[in-house]
């Protein structure tokens, strides 16, 4: 049986779509799964840099497209993890230098040899857009918090349900729990509630992400962060277990209690 | 809810105004309705609805809802009289 092509997309630049792919990658292959992760960012070449693979290109996604090379050739091999390669975007063409049919064609190829062959798309609704979403099973939507990603989210999500690979599922990505306990920041249910999606998972900020992508390690091969947590939750949920959400992101809309509660809480603690 | 929070004089958060605000937006994004084309629906129905009655212009409130799952366009017009003349209920409310 073929594996299962995931895009993941967002409309929106700058959510974490290509972090997300790599960790998902990464945490995928930490359980046995042979994937393959695809960066259709052409001529904004990133995956490689996030899962540390840049030193290893010598063919890319249109390299192969034009019949440059095999389509083996391009993959790069993941050392420190089996199971696990990238075929990498092209720095130097745009977006129009493949079509949807050539990426579906590559990634039906991929999915006959792999569990998963996650898509990495990029920003826009556009050319690129397209080209991402026509090989897919399944369309995973990221977005985080800031109402105009979600706003961003809702417009893909519609684009989506319209090339027939709806409805998707939701990753909210980079949710501070201190500001949602504040008030200042949507939580999971306020985006479930304005974007009526499945939620996929939901993770937390943290400033390590920069420092993986420094040192070109995704955190999800480590375990006992919470986000290296959140990763793996996804990659199970995407095996099909069914795995509860982290409580400290289930914040429940605020019981009369719970806000009775805060309110002593804070007059103790004195006048602000 | 409202009044608790208005009782303990508790500032309305920044979510709650991302809500409203992503609330309306959404609305309008999904409607598909271009703004200058509400704009203008708004001014002829204001249009039509001024030569049969006065109206008061500050009270007016046409926009778009989402409910149901139905988009609608709900329109807001205090009327202030009938117009002189035009008035079809003879009865009805005279300006002056």
Known sequence: MPGTVITITSGKGGVGKTTVTANL?????????????????????????????EDHIIYDIVDVVRGHCHLSQ???????????????????????????QEIAIISQELAANNDFVLIDSP?????????????????????????????SADRIIGLIEAAGKGPGRLIINRINPGMVRRGDMLNTFDVIEFLAIDLLGVIPEDEAVIVATNQGRPLAFEQSRPISRAFHNIAHRLLGEDIPFLPI??????????????FFRLRQSGPR | MEILTRLFGRRRSSKEMAKERLRL???HDRSGIPPE??????????????????????????????????????????????????????????GR
């Open chain 1, 25 to 53: 990658a990464v945490a995928l292959a930490l359980q046995s799964q042979h994937v393959a992760a695809i960066d259709t960012d052409i001529g904004l070449r990133n995956l490689d840099v996030v899962m540390g693979l």
């Open chain 1, 74 to 100: 391009a993959l790069i091999r993941d050392k420190r993890l089996s199971g696990l390669q990238l075929l990498p975007a092209s720095q130097t063409h745009d977006k129009s230098a493949v079509t949807p």
């Open chain 1, 123 to 151: 920003a826009g609704i556009e050319m690129g857009f397209q080209n991402a979403v026509a090989g897919a099973d399944e369309v995973v939507i990221v977005t985080t918090p800031e109402m105009s990603a979600v706003r």
């Open chain 1, 249 to 262: 992101f289930e914040e429940p809309a605020e019981t009369i209690l719970t806000r009775l509660q805060r």
């Open chain 2, 25 to 27: 937006i959404l609305v």
């Open chain 2, 37 to 94: 084309l509400l704009h203008r629906m708004k001014n002829e129905l204001i249009t039509v609805i001024s030569k049969h009655v006065r109206i008061d212009h500050r009270g007016i409130n046409i926009n778009l809802e989402h409910s149901d799952g139905l988009t609608r366009l709900v329109a807001d017009i205090p009327i202030v009289g009938a117009r002189h003349g035009t008035s079809e209920r003879p009865g009805a409310t005279r």
